[in-house]
């Protein structure tokens, strides 16, 4: 800041100034030569000494001074002026060395408990919409019915749902239905997003959830992967492990372009001739011969002919030939089964398992809600995990692993194939608060790479609510293995604190035959799962779990 000198050959000599000799220090001052200390300053008020009133008026003097170890009267011209204040009360004596008590707040010996505020971002379907422009905030809706051609209720659309006219609240689109038939016996229509009406731009809410769905940058997260080698390239195959995501010296697969290191195949030597990997035979006889089919549950390949011989055909199976057995095919049916269906945890808070889906051409209403409810939440589910999540892209294909992982896309490449994931919330009113994104391999194992909580939610112990259903769903499938991957940091408190173990050597050979997503520098724990340990007590509390963040300051105190 530039500062603006002054001319100072106009003021008074040093010398003409007459200051006080008892006060040196005042004197010598240099200060006093500058126009900004000479200012002319409001003087201040004398301190006035207490009075009190006499208990009979002598003469015209109302009020008697008492000083300090005197008792002479004031002239009864010069009466003092008591300080504005409260008034004292009649008979009582203010003397001048009375003490005032001043009140004041003692500070508490004990630390307050901190305060657990909503996050001003609220995950939810409607701020989802906002983000893409296909709604307004605060913009009106109406509940029609258009059965009978009425008008039900009205609301204004907010970040964290709808806020309805009638209750002032923020409601979500089921509660907002609830609302609207209130007093109807319990006569609902079950079909919240299409009955809701925008009469700014005469929609229904369905039709701006499917323009969300269809922005361009919701299409480009859905498309498959299809990696082709460039013209006139001399390696078809990619350049990182797959068992160990690293690269290095690698042996390539004749078949695909997956490729390994021949240590994490358990090879002492590089093998001689055309080699297939686990991925390109069959997983009953380990020959790469013939016709293969794929299985849709555990994406393994296997002979029609190896599979009739073990017996596992059932006549009531409409597609049993989609399937390697009656395993795959009982886990992928009861997956399937919960997909997009809430379940009451408590206190409020659901647990949901979502999967994307495509919508075919053609669609029954129901069918239509169900699915784009689902994939809408998927969404949400995608911006609440890439808020928690560094972005974590894959170094040799540059894709983004953890959007890959939650919008489920397939790919030629084994390695970065995340078919079969499934992503599974905890929701409290119609806001995600929690996810984890899981895949079952067959019924050995199902690995959990990511789960996170929203930053207003943790240390709730929201990601062991979700963490704990997740164990409970795994055991009903029969599923006896739970892998997570951990950075170093945090091995000790999932082995010590959560009951995670690091992987046995015969347990890695085993793994070879499972595409488990791999992350570099990181360590791969197991923990066995038992349904003892996975149920939830009478009382419904659960053990704590932590958030499985990068940072270990993260982690949560349930």
């Known amino acids: ?139 009106k809706v109406w509940f029609f019915d258009y059965r009978n051609e009425a008008r039900l209720l009205e609301g204004r659309i907010k970040h964290g749902g709808i806020l309805c006219n009638c209750c002032n609240e923020e409601v979500t689109a089921w509660e907002f239905e609830a609302h609207a038939f209130r007093g109807s016996n319990g006569f609902r229509l079950l079909q919240p997003y299409y009955n809701i009406f925008l009469p700014k731009t005469q929609n229904h809410l369905l039709h701006c959830l499917l323009l969300a769905w269809l922005k361009p940058e919701e299409v480009a997260r859905q498309e498959p992967y299809s990696f082709r080698p460039l013209t006139g390239a001399t390696d078809r195959n990619d350049d990182a492990c797959i068992i160990c995501a690293d690269g290095g010296d690698l042996i390539c697969c004749e078949r695909c372009p997956s490729t390994f290191h021949f240590p994490c195949m358990g090879m002492k030597a590089i093998p001689k001739g055309d080699w297939l990997c686990p991925f390109c035979v069959c997983k009953y006889c380990e020959n790469g011969g013939g016709e293969l089919l794929e299985c849709t549950h555990c994406e393994k390949k296997y002979h029609w002919e190896c599979f009739m011989v073990r017996k596992e055909l059932d006549l009531n199976c409409k597609d049993c030939s989609s399937f390697c057995g009656r395993g ?163 091995v000790d408190m999932w082995t010590h604190k959560h009951f995670f173990a690091p992987m046995e050597d015969d347990f890695m050979k085993e793994l070879r035959n499972f595409n488990v997503l791999a992350f570099p520098s990181t360590v791969r724990l197991r923990k066995k799962l038992h349904p003892k340990e996975a149920s939830v007590n009478q009382e419904g509390n659960a053990p704590a779990l932590p958030d499985l963040n990068l940072d270990a300051s993260e982690e949560m105190d349930a």
């Open 1 to 139: 800041m530039a500062y603006r000198f002054r001319e100072r050959n106009y003021i008074i000599d040093p010398q003409q100034l007459s200051f006080d000799n008892s006060d040196e220090e005042t004197a010598n001052d240099s200060r006093h030569l500058d126009p900004d200390y000479n200012r002319p300053r409001r003087q201040r008020r004398p301190r006035q000494k207490p009075v009190r009133r006499a208990a009979s008026l002598t003469g015209e003097t109302g009020l008697t001074e008492v000083g300090e170890g005197s008792s002479s009267s004031v002239n009864a011209n010069s009466v003092q002026r008591r300080r504005p204040g409260r008034p004292p009360k009649r008979g009582v004596v203010v003397e001048q060395n009375l003490e005032r008590n001043v009140r004041r707040r003692r500070r508490s010996s004990f630390p307050r408990r901190p305060v657990n505020r909503e996050p001003a971002n609220k995950m939810t379907i409607f701020s989802w919409m906002i983000s893409r422009g296909v709604v307004e905030l605060n913009q």
């Open 328 to 490: 795959c095919r009982e886990v992928y049916g009861e997956l399937q089964a919960m997909v997009g269906i809430s379940k009451d945890v408590g206190n409020g808070i659901s647990w949901t398992l979502l999967q994307k889906r495509d919508i075919p051409d053609y669609i029954c209403l129901d069918e239509g809600l169900h699915i784009t409810e689902i994939n809408s939440k998927i969404a949400v589910a995608w911006s609440l995990l890439n808020e928690i999540f560094v972005t974590n892209m894959d170094r040799h294909t540059r894709i983004n692993i953890l959007e890959s992982v939650v919008y489920n896309r397939k790919s030629n490449l084994t390695r970065v194939n995340f078919g079969g994931f499934y992503v599974a919330v905890l929701e409290k009113k119609g806001q995600i608060i929690s996810a984890a994104t899981i895949r079952v391999h067959g019924r050995s194992l199902a690995e959990m790479p990511f789960i996170g909580t929203q930053e207003g939610y943790r240390k709730q112990g929201m990601s062991c609510k979700l963490l704990d259903r997740i164990e409970s769903t795994l055991c009903s499938l029969k599923i006896p293995n739970l892998l997570i991957p951990s950075v170093p940091e945090l």
